[in-house]
């Protein structure tokens, strides 16, 4: 049998790829390249992991023979990476001088260096110090050693973003770049280089600052998608300047500005983050508005009082109308126009909200979403449907309710139970008997009936004033009103030097 075909060729040919196949290969060694440096501890077994850490815990580590051993250097720099306790008690400059020398500054070694060095950044020099310039130094050694990076890694970020990845002023200066281009920190983290290093505290700093420069700005009474990123607690919580929170910073940074009346979102924002700022001696209290500086404290209290006031009176007018309360309605407009005009004229420096049962249930169906505020519980069957407001105006206090409650108006010091926020509800007779304490009636408060004569805005007036406050009648009434009651009845004289404050002052 004879078989008749052709044989190849003895001499060996190699085929040409393709350019589209080279193209290819060469994504996928650069994908593969790229991914070794995200594997933990290439190369390092537990056996060689476990030296490390004997080395770590011996008396003198910076001497420890096994040293030697540039793998057993690789595993250290790795070990302080991956482990922070572990990083902050053993992680010295003497040490880390003989790590870096014996370490031989190979690839695989520069980018465990670089996984330290993004990962702890600034918290170097909390505990040794120095050791934030040192680390830097040998990383910068290890980068000049190796070759061009070829894919956007920390080699690419340090050799040509250096501005950007290299030195205390690099997380401020990428932010910079994150709002110039409009864009997100997790993108411009990739193009610069440094994406591998996204849960690390150089990531975290930029990404404060990102939010403090977006903070600064921004018009308060304006609404942004991140605001509600803000309000994220680990954020919030996470370690800033001063052995504070960065929702220290960032409710700082909100409250700067003295804005009359924020964005609803603007100030939920900063009650998300700290709760209420006139809850004083409460646990968030302490943590959080203890560390702002008292201007912004006042201010936001100034903001949460004008929101009150509104809730209030909304709350007022909307219950007397859906269950026909005529003769509340009759007496609404006065009520309104002179709790508005005491906002007005900056004279109320903080507010609070009591409510009987009926009426604390009533005022969230009515605001639903929009409360923000807290309504502390008044007991009693009198007091049932009944809303109250606090409002502490430095020289004098005025408590006005809804229903048949009374205007108190108080000199002196404000009674206890306004500030105290630990206590949750109180009787109707005991909240009474606190706004009378041991004050002189017609001396130290007088408790006003509304009536359609409008005698209790004068008698109000008057008594402000002998509490050595002066208020504007014209500023608290409607103009009809105060032709009607300036005809009929006394009326503080304004004095020759008075000034109304100027609006947006403190």
Same mark, same amino acid.
């Given at each position: ?34 991914m ?8 390092? =077994?537990t056996?060689? !992991? ?5 080395? $770590? ?5 910076? +001497?420890?023979? %096994?040293? #030697?051993n540039?793998k ?11 482990d ?11 040490i880390?001088q ?19 060095y993004?990962?702890?950044f ?20 290890g ?11 920390a ?11 290299m030195g ?13 281009r409009d =864009?997100?920190?997790? !993108? ?5 280089? $440094? ?5 690390? +505290?150089?990531? %975290?700093? #930029? ?13 308060p ?28 910073l ?9 804005v009359?009346?924020?964005s ?6 900063i ?11 409460t ?27 509104r ?6 007018e ?57 309504i502390?519980?008044?007991s ?12 502490n ?6 408590i ?5 409650f ?9 009674p ?9 509800q ?23 009936t ?31 009103t ?25």
């Amino acid at each position: 049998m004879i078989l008749d075909f052709t044989l190849p060729s003895t001499k060996p040919t190699i085929l040409r790829w393709s350019e589209q196949e080279l193209s290819a290969w060469e994504k996928l060694s650069t994908d593969a390249e790229a991914m070794s440096h995200r594997v933990d501890n290439p190369g390092l =077994s537990t056996e060689t !992991s476990q030296q490390a850490r004997t080395v $770590l815990d011996s008396e003198h580590p910076e +001497r420890h023979p %096994e040293l #030697a051993n540039r793998k057993i250097c690789r595993a250290v720099v790795t070990l302080w990476a991956g482990d922070l306790r572990l990083a902050r008690d053993t992680m010295r400059v003497p040490i880390l001088q003989t790590v870096c020398e014996n370490g031989s500054f190979t690839r695989l070694f520069t980018f465990a260096l670089a996984n330290l060095y993004f990962t702890h950044f600034d918290r170097l020099d909390d505990w040794d110090t120095g050791l934030f310039a040192k680390t830097a130094d040998y990383l910068h050694q290890g980068v000049s050693l190796q070759a061009r990076a070829r894919s956007r890694d920390a080699l690419f970020a340090i050799q040509q973003n250096p501005e950007l990845s290299m030195g205390m002023s690099a997380p401020e200066k990428i932010a910079q770049q994150v709002l110039a281009r409009d =864009s997100d920190l997790p !993108s411009t983290m990739r193009e610069v280089g $440094l994406g591998d290093y996204s849960g690390g +505290r150089y990531a %975290e700093i #930029a990404r404060q600052r990102v939010y403090l420069d977006r903070i600064a700005q921004a018009d308060p009474r304006q609404t942004y998608t991140w605001l509600e990123d803000l309000c994220d607690s680990d954020l919030a919580d996470a370690p800033a300047t001063d052995g504070r929170r960065f929702g220290h910073l960032v409710i700082e940074a909100m409250t700067s500005q003295p804005v009359d009346s924020p964005s609803r979102e603007w100030e939920s924002t900063i009650l998300k983050i700290a709760d209420d700022p006139r809850a004083r001696g409460t646990i968030n209290w302490n943590k959080w508005w203890s560390r702002i500086p008292p201007e912004n404290l006042r201010r936001v209290i100034a903001w949460l009082s004008g929101e009150d006031i509104r809730l209030f009176l909304e709350a007022v007018e909307i219950f007397g109308k859906k269950n026909g309360k005529d003769d509340l309605l009759r007496m609404f407009p006065d009520r309104e126009h002179f709790l508005k005009g005491l906002l007005e004229l900056k004279l109320v420096r903080e507010t609070r909200l009591f409510a009987g049962p009926a009426a604390r249930s009533a005022i969230r169906q009515i605001m639903g979403d929009d409360l923000r505020t807290n309504i502390s519980q008044l007991s009693g069957m009198n007091y049932r449907e009944t809303a109250v407001i606090f409002m502490n105006c430095g020289k004098f206090h005025v408590i006005e309710g809804s229903h048949n409650f009374r205007m108190w108006v108080i000199k002196g010091d404000p009674p206890e139970i306004m500030s105290n926020w630990r206590l949750g509800q109180i009787n109707s007779t005991q909240f009474l008997n606190e706004l009378r304490g041991e004050r002189s009636p017609h001396e130290d408060y007088v408790a006003l009936t509304h009536n359609v004569h409008k005698k209790w805005i004068s008698d109000a007036l008057l008594f402000i004033d002998s509490a050595g406050e002066y208020v504007p009648p014209e500023a608290v009434m409607s103009p009809a009103t105060y032709q009607k009651v300036s005809a009929e009845r006394p009326l503080p004289v304004r004095p020759k030097n008075w000034r109304r404050r100027n609006r947006g002052a403190e």
